[in-house]
C-alpha cells in the first residue's frame, strides 16, 4: 500500500523468536476515524490528511498492514495483584513497527484492540470504545501535564460490536511508546531460565537508557525513572489502579490506562478501581507498589548482574534506593506546588501536615493546590474548596511564616506555582460524561474535553472543567474495559 504511514524497523525483531509472535492484526468490518492527534503526528513527521484518508484509516485499523511493517505480539508475564501469571503476553494488542520523534528518538506504534493473539487466553483480542477513549484522553492529559506517558496517535471505531457485561461498539487505539519492554518481559526470560532471552532484553533496556552498559546500571536506571514518575502521579492526584509488573514500563512512561482515575477530594486511601478489592494499588499504596516491583525486575537481573552473595547485595542495595530516589522526587513536586524554593529539612513533614489537614478538611486536591497559587495571601480561600475551609485556612499563616522566611517575589511566585499545579484534570465525572456520549454516538464531549487537557494550566477561572463534581455526579468506581 502506499505510504500513509512509513514504519521503520522496530527492535524487536531483534529479540530471540521465542518473545515474539509474528502476527499480522485482525480486519475489522467498517473502520471510521474518531480522534486523530493532529499535534502527536506533526511531531512524528506524519500527514494528516493522509492518515484521515481510506487508506489511512485501514493502516490504523489493522486493515492494510503498511509497508515495512513487521507485526509481532509480545510475550510476558507478571504479578497481577500480587498473584503470579507465568504467560500474559499482547493478548489484543499488535505492535505494527516503529516511528520517529522529530527530534530523532525512535517510537513504537501498537494497535490495541486489533485481535486475537496467541495470548489472548481466550479473550476476543478486542476494545471497546469506551476505554480506547479512556485511554486516549488520560494519555494526553497526562503529557500535557508533563509526565512521562505512552499516547494515543489516533482512535478508529471498528464497526462491529465487543462483549463484554453488555454489548459495547468497538474501537482500536493506535498507541506510541518509547518502548513496551515490561518488568513483565523480564519476567517471562526469567521463569523460563533464558539467559540469553534476558541479555537480549537487558540490551533493549539499556538503549533506552543511553550511556549505561551493565544490568545493574539497567537496574539503577529504571529505579530512578520509576521514582521519578510515581513522585510525578502523586503530584497530580493520580491513582493508576493496575500496577501489575506487566504494567510497569522500563522507559519510565506510564503505560496501561485501565482503570486510573483523578483524586477529587483528598484521602490517601482513595481507590477508584473496580478490581482493587483490598486497596492493593490505592494512592499511598504506589510507591510502595514501584519498589515491589522492582524488587522483581532485579531478581530476575540477577544472573546477569553477578554470580553469588555479591550479585544479591548489588541488587538489594539499588532496590533499597528506591525510598530516597522516590522522597526527594516527591519532595520537589510538592515544594513546586507550594511555592517553596529553598530544600529544609522540616520539608516532608510540613507537606504531610498540609495533606493530613487536607483529608480532615475533605478539600478538593487539584483545585486546593491551584487556589494557593491564585489567591492573594490575605484574601480567604474559595468556599467551595473543601467541607472544612476552615481548616485549610489555619494552616495558611504557618504556610505564610516559611515563604516569609524564604522571601522572594510574591507575584512571582504565584506564576511559578501556576506551572506546578494544573487547573485541570481529567476529573472522572468528566470523563465518563464523554465516554457515556460517545458511546451514544456523541463525540462532541470528548473533543471539548481533549482540547481542555490540552492546556491545563491555563484554564480560565470560568471553564466548567475546574470544576468539582457534585455529590450526585462523584465517581466511585472505573473499571478495567477488558
Known amino acids: 500500500m502506499t505510504q500513509v504511514l512509513p514504519l521503520i524497523d522496530h527492535p524487536y525483531a531483534a ?18 476515524l474518531l480522534a486523530l492527534n493532529e499535534g502527536l503526528l506533526r511531531d512524528l513527521g506524519l500527514d494528516a490528511d493522509a492518515l484521515a484518508s481510506s487508506a489511512g484509516v485501514a493502516a490504523l485499523a489493522g486493515n492494510a498492514v503498511p509497508t515495512g511493517a ?42 490495541k484492540g486489533a485481535g486475537r493473539t496467541p495470548f489472548s487466553r481466550g479473550g476476543d ?27 494515543a496517535l489516533a482512535a478508529v471505531a471498528t464497526g462491529e460490536t465487543v462483549q463484554r457485561e ?124 514501584a519498589q515491589w516491583n522492582l524488587a522483581q525486575l532485579a531478581t530476575c537481573l540477577l544472573p546477569l548482574i553477578g554470580a553469588g552473595e555479591a550479585a544479591v547485595e548489588e ?45 480532615a478538611a475533605e478539600a478538593d486536591f487539584t483545585n486546593t493546590f491551584r487556589a494557593l497559587a491564585e489567591t492573594a495571601d490575605d484574601a480567604p480561600l474559595p468556599p467551595g474548596l473543601a467541607a472544612d475551609i476552615d481548616g485549610l485556612e489555619s494552616w495558611r499563616p504557618i504556610w505564610h511564616a516559611r515563604l516569609a522566611r524564604e522571601g522572594g517575589d510574591p507575584a512571582a511566585r504565584a506564576g511559578d506555582m501556576k506551572v506546578a ?23 462532541a464531549p470528548f473533543h471539548a474535553l481533549n482540547a481542555a487537557l490540552a492546556t491545563p494550566f491555563d484554564a480560565p477561572a470560568e471553564s466548567p472543567y475546574r470544576a468539582s463534581p457534585h455529590a450526585s455526579e462523584r465517581v466511585h468506581a472505573t473499571f478495567c474495559g477488558t
Open 315 to 359: 541488587a538489594q542495595a539499588i532496590i533499597d534506593g528506591f525510598p530516597d530516589a522516590y522522597q526527594n522526587a516527591w519532595r520537589s513536586v510538592f515544594r513546586a506546588k507550594l511555592g517553596l524554593r529553598a530544600q529544609q529539612p522540616e520539608d516532608a513533614d510540613f507537606v504531610l501536615d498540609f495533606l493530613g489537614r487536607m483529608a
Open 15 to 32: 529479540l530471540p523468536a521465542r518473545l515474539r509472535v509474528a502476527q499480522a492484526p485482525v480486519a475489522v468490518a467498517a473502520p471510521r
Open 166 to 289: 453488555v454489548p459495547l461498539p468497538g474501537a482500536i487505539l493506535a498507541r506510541i511508546a518509547r518502548s513496551h519492554l515490561r518488568v513483565g518481559s523480564f519476567q517471562y526470560a526469567a521463569a523460563r531460565r533464558d539467559t540469553e532471552a534476558l541479555q537480549a532484553l537487558a540490551g533493549l533496556g539499556l538503549a533506552l537508557h543511553p550511556g549505561l552498559d551493565t544490568a545493574a546500571d539497567l537496574l539503577r536506571a529504571v529505579v530512578d525513572a520509576q521514582a521519578r514518575l510515581v513522585a510525578a502521579w502523586m503530584g497530580v492526584g493520580f491513582i493508576h489502579g493496575v500496577m501489575n509488573t506487566d504494567n510497569m514500563a522500563i522507559s519510565g512512561e506510564t503505560i496501561d490506562y485501565g482503570p486510573c482515575a483523578f483524586l477529587d477530594v483528598y484521602h490517601p486511601d482513595t481507590v477508584f478501581s473496580s478490581i482493587d478489592q483490598f486497596g492493593r494499588y490505592a494512592y499511598r499504596n504506589q510507591p510502595g507498589i
Open 421 to 443: 499545579n494544573p487547573a485541570i484534570i481529567p476529573r472522572n465525572h468528566q470523563v465518563e460524561a464523554a465516554l457515556s456520549a460517545a458511546t451514544d454516538g456523541d463525540l
Open 70 to 111: 513487521a507485526p509481532v505480539a509480545l510475550a510476558y508475564a507478571g504479578h497481577q495483584f500480587g498473584g503470579w501469571v507465568p504467560q500474559l503476553g499482547d493478548g489484543r494488542a499488535i505492535l505494527l513497527g516503529g516511528l520517529r520523534l522529530s527530534d530523532g528518538t525512535p517510537v513504537d506504534l501498537q494497535l
Open 125 to 151: 483480542g478486542r476494545a471497546a470504545l469506551g476505554p480506547v477513549l479512556r485511554e486516549y484522553l488520560i494519555g494526553e492529559a497526562m503529557a500535557a501535564l508533563g509526565i512521562p506517558t505512552t499516547r
